[in-house]
T-cell receptor, first 115, second 110 residues
Framework: GAVVSQHPSWVICKSGTSVKIECRSLDFQATTMFWYRQFPKQSLMLMATSNEGSKATYEQGVEKDKFLINHASLTLSTLTVTSAHPEDSSFYIC???????????FGSGTRLTVV | SQQGEEDPQALSIQEGENATMNCSYKTSINNLQWYRQNSGRGLVHLILIRSNEREKHSGRLRVTLDTSKKSSSLLITASRAADTASYFCATDLGGNKLVFGAGTILRVKS
């Protein structure tokens, strides 16, 4: 089946540093990928839509200069949390649409802790 | 913004019992999907029901969709301890955007 591989699965970083999260579609091409954020015991909130070869589309209230998205190829999208602060600590998940009939496949998520 | 609301927020049942979770949404949809999430993990796609479908089955899962009431339900029959997880409905509004409900935390006690 279609698989999205997300790395790292967890990361701890110091305040002020930047962290890059990668999502790769392993056996299909994803022209569009989606980045979500999830706080403990809460639902997923869409942050941005990543489009291969063009600029990402950000949801209202999401700072595009803080959450840099790059989708340079049909199989790789990256989210960089710049100048991370403790309030950025969260679970970040990427996804890609497999087909109209199947739905979406999700990465395994990245637990970011900023200390 | 959150589209769907799910109830109950949490559900605790004994192994072998059925579990029913409900989801309501506000706008027109192309389809509605249910996902499962084990603690601290990614989401697993369970089932997709299109807006012109009323019921769908997959193994022990049964999903219904009532577009007139803008609601859906997920039934898990003969639950197992391994079904313990969070379950989310997500509405596909078109334009490749999924909007998730608040989720139901299911605990199946053995």
């Amino acid at each position: 089946g279609a698989v999205v591989s997300q790395h790292p699965s967890w990361v701890i970083c110091k305040s002020g540093t930047s962290v890059k999260i990668e999502c790769r579609s392993l056996d299909f091409q994803a022209t569009t990928m989606f980045w979500y954020r999830q706080f403990p015991k809460q639902s997923l909130m869409l942050m941005a839509t990543s489009n291969e070869g063009s600029k990402a589309t950000y949801e209202q209230g999401v700072e595009k200069d803080k959450f840099l998205i790059n989708h340079a190829s049909l199989t790789l999208s990256t989210l960089t949390v710049t100048s991370a602060h403790p309030e950025d600590s969260s679970f970040y998940i990427c996804s890609a649409r497999v087909s109209l009939h199947y739905g979406y496949t999700f990465g395994s998520g990245t637990r970011l802790t900023v200390v | 913004s959150q589209q769907g609301e799910e109830d109950p927020q949490a559900l605790s049942i004994q192994e072998g019992e059925n579990a029913t979770m409900n989801c309501s949404y506000k706008t027109s949809i192309n389809n509605l999907q249910w996902y499962r999430q084990n603690s601290g993990r990614g989401l697993v796609h369970l089932i997709l029901i299109r807006s012109n479908e009323r019921e769908k089955h997959s193994g022990r899962l049964r999903v219904t969709l009532d577009t007139s009431k803008k609601s859906s339900s997920l039934l898990i029959t003969a639950s197992r301890a391994a079904d313990t997880a969070s379950y989310f409905c997500a509405t596909d509004l078109g334009g490749n955007k999924l909007v998730f409900g608040a989720g139901t935390i299911l605990r199946v006690k053995s």
